[in-house]
């Protein structure tokens, strides 16, 4: 089987390598080789169950790889050069379609230089043509002098050298002025009526105003008969304000006067009551200051007393505290005048991270 194996990986690429490089990418050529090799590998009984079975497989593969290299190597070899003469190519058309526009663009200039004078002839002409048109475009509060000074510029327009555009130029110029004209002479008109409404609102105003002096007038003279009469009435009755005000001051003075007689009384009175008030209030203020004055002592001597008590009674079980604690290092050993400054001195605290709980 390996026999066939390798005679039919040979076979393949002996016809592969047998074709000139250029016949080797033409469907009408390569393609019979390849259906050839296809079932030239494909009649190779193949048997994995043996490892000779095996490795033969994976020769047939390698060896087809290879041819597929073969190709490959020379696809690239045949596109590089391909590539390079297709370069030339675009370089050759690059440089004679330069040449070619060139000559075009300096063949045909003597027109296009014509063509543009004659475009820009024809655009200043249509410009010319489109203010004609636009030249009733005003603003609408515009006055009588600002029509008249653009009827003035298009009268002044000159037309002679519109060529072809004549025609068109003197029609819109006559439209133009006709509306131009109509427009002021109808603003004129609007002049002459506003001027008589404001001659006539002058005279109105002139007699709206005689009017209201008029009535200012009599205005005045009634206000000040009117304001005679009240200071008369004022006057009348500011003298019976002030009788009845001397009439009620002379009988408030003499209620005041019992007022304060009486008031004085009260004073008198009050002041008596007062003063006893006063002196009984100072004794018993000060049989209270005694009596807090003996609680305060009697407080305190209790208190003195207790905090005596307390201190004994504290000095009593520190004692006995020590006194067991003695008898405890005695009892270990130690001799009772050593046990008895050590306590000292542990209850003093002059022994580090020693004390005694009491």
């Given at each position: 089987?390996?026999?066939?194996v390798e005679e039919a990986q040979n076979q393949a690429l002996v016809l592969v390598e047998a074709l000139p490089?250029?016949?080797?990418?033409?469907?009408?050529?390569?393609?019979?080789?390849?259906?050839?090799?296809?079932?030239?590998?494909?009649?190779?009984?193949?048997?994995?169950?043996?490892?000779?079975?095996?490795?033969?497989?994976?020769?047939?593969?390698?060896?087809?790889?290879?041819?597929?290299?073969?190709?490959?190597?020379?696809?690239?070899?045949?596109?590089?050069?391909?590539?390079?003469?297709?370069?030339?190519?675009?370089?050759?058309?690059?440089?004679?379609?330069?040449?070619?526009?060139?000559?075009?663009?300096?063949?045909?200039?003597?027109?296009?230089?014509?063509?543009?004078?004659?475009?820009?002839?024809?655009?200043?002409?249509?410009?010319?043509?489109?203010?004609?048109?636009?030249?009733?475009?005003?603003?609408?509060?515009?006055?009588?002098?600002?029509?008249?000074?653009?009827?003035?510029?298009?009268?002044?327009?000159?037309?002679?050298?519109?060529?072809?555009?004549?025609?068109?130029?003197?029609?819109?110029?006559?439209?133009?002025?006709?509306?131009?004209?109509?427009?002021?002479?109808?603003?004129?008109?609007?002049d002459a009526d506003r001027a008589e409404l404001g001659r006539l609102r002058v005279e109105k105003e002139q007699?709206?105003?005689?009017?209201?002096?008029?009535?200012?007038?009599?205005?005045?003279?009634?206000?000040?008969?009117?304001?005679?009469?009240?200071?008369?009435?004022?006057?009348?009755?500011?003298?019976?304000?002030?009788?009845?005000?001397?009439?009620?001051?002379?009988?408030?003075?003499?209620?005041?006067?019992?007022?304060?007689?009486?008031?004085?009384?009260?004073?008198?009175?009050?002041?008596?009551?007062?003063?006893?008030?006063?002196?009984?209030?100072?004794?018993?203020?000060r049989e209270a200051a005694v009596q807090r004055e003996r609680e305060r002592l009697s407080n305190e001597r209790?208190?003195?007393?207790?905090?005596?008590?307390?201190?004994?009674?504290?000095?009593?079980?520190?004692?006995?505290?020590?006194?067991?604690?003695?008898?405890?290092?005695?009892?270990?050993?130690?001799?009772?005048?050593?046990?008895?400054?050590?306590?000292?001195?542990?209850?003093?605290?002059?022994?580090?991270?020693?004390?005694?709980?009491?």
């Amino acid at each position: 089987m390996a026999t066939q194996v390798e005679e039919a990986q040979n076979q393949a690429l002996v016809l592969v390598e047998a074709l000139p490089i250029e016949k080797l990418f033409e469907p009408i050529t390569i393609n019979p080789i390849l259906e050839r090799i296809k079932i030239e590998v494909r009649a190779v009984p193949t048997d994995i169950s043996t490892e000779r079975g095996r490795k033969a497989v994976a020769s047939l593969a390698f060896k087809i790889a290879k041819t597929k290299t073969f190709i490959g190597d020379r696809h690239d070899e045949l596109v590089s050069k391909e590539k390079r003469r297709l370069g030339l190519i675009d370089g050759e058309w690059k440089r004679i379609r330069e040449d070619l526009d060139a000559l075009k663009v300096e063949v045909r200039k003597p027109l296009t230089d014509w063509e543009q004078t004659e475009q820009d002839r024809v655009d200043a002409h249509e410009h010319h043509i489109g203010r004609l048109e636009s030249a009733t475009i005003l603003p609408s509060n515009a006055t009588t002098a600002q029509i008249a000074e653009r009827i003035a510029e298009l009268e002044a327009d000159d037309l002679s050298q519109m060529d072809e555009f004549l025609k068109r130029a003197m029609e819109a110029k006559a439209k133009a002025l006709e509306e131009l004209r109509s427009r002021h002479a109808r603003s004129v008109q609007q002049d002459a009526d506003r001027a008589e409404l404001g001659r006539l609102r002058v005279e109105k105003e002139q007699r709206d105003r005689e009017e209201r002096e008029r009535q200012i007038a009599e205005q005045a003279t009634k206000d000040a008969e009117a304001k005679a009469a009240r200071q008369v009435e004022e006057a009348r009755q500011s003298a019976e304000k002030a009788e009845k005000d001397r009439v009620a001051a002379v009988e408030q003075a003499e209620r005041e006067k019992i007022a304060a007689e009486l008031k004085a009384a009260a004073m008198l009175l009050q002041s008596q009551k007062d003063a006893k008030a006063a002196a009984e209030k100072a004794e018993t203020d000060r049989e209270a200051a005694v009596q807090r004055e003996r609680e305060r002592l009697s407080n305190e001597r209790r208190a003195t007393e207790a905090e005596e008590a307390k201190r004994e009674a504290n000095k009593r079980h520190c004692t006995k505290i020590n006194n067991d604690a003695v008898a405890a290092l005695v009892a270990g050993g130690v001799p009772e005048k050593v046990g008895k400054l050590v306590i000292q001195l542990i209850a003093k605290g002059q022994v580090p991270n020693v004390k005694i709980n009491y």
